[in-house]
């Protein structure tokens, strides 16, 4: 296998209803910045050179994708009404409907809908010290170093431990994996509900994927005053 023989793309699960957020819709489809809140983490990776196309996984009945434009991100984007009742079954379901469009070897990087600050060039970071080693297939992930204090709770929410930091990482998107080496992971897994995130998958599979540095600007939107801090971030990046 040779890095010239691999491709990249991007693959956005958007099929949950955000519940935390507390809205009446899907979280994905929040105002942020004038446009819904998924644009913005898709024109980031469509705006990436090296990715090939970008495809949004989303709920069969989905019904609000149509009724926004998005022709300003151009010809990668690519919907797919197949999302699954968790995010790990709408990967996995991406997957199955990407096999005949991509190849085996080929990077897929998963990415939260709901990280709309994303910035092009974490993408390219990712890309740069994963995708350019040839026989590497345990892939890698953003993540950032954990800065605070961690207390572990009892039943009673009572700290009944301080757990060391050192050597913690707080796990980000993009997760950028071979196709088939995550189909084969999500396929095989005994239990989807219980997959968090793409990389807990691939180490089920005895893989070690790789940590890339990013930082605290590529937040997930989860409750309410994270889409607050989301539209400070994208408001004052050119700062």
Partial sequence: MTVSSSSYYALVPAAGSGARMGGAGPKQYLPLAGRPLIYH???????????????????????????????????????????????AESVRNGLRATATQVQAQDWMLVHDAARPCLAPWQVDALIDAVGTIADDNAG??????????????????????????????????????????????????????????????????????????ADATNLKVTYPLDLLLAGWILQHRGD
Avoid at 45 to 66: I, K, M, Q, S, Y
Avoid at 181 to 208: I, K, Y
Wanted: charged content about 20%; aromatic content about 6%; some cysteine.
């Fill in 140 to 213: 890698g992930i953003l993540a950032v170093p954990v800065a605070d204090t961690l207390k572990r709770a009892d039943a009673q929410n009572h700290i009944s431990a301080t757990v060391a930091r050192e050597a913690l990482w707080q796990a980000q998107t993009p997760q950028m994996f071979r196709h088939a080496s995550l189909r084969r992971a999500l396929e095989s897994h005994a239990n989807l509900g219980a997959v968090t995130d793409e990389a807990g998958a691939m180490e089920a599979q005895g893989f070690h994927p790789r940590l890339v540095a």
């Fill in 41 to 87: 983490a898709l024109a980031a990776l469509c705006g990436v050179a090296r990715v090939t196309r970008v495809f949004v996984v989303l709920a069969p009945d989905d019904a609000e994708w149509n009724r926004h434009d998005w022709s300003a991100l151009g010809p990668k984007l690519t919907p797919l009404f197949c999302g699954g009742a968790t995010r």
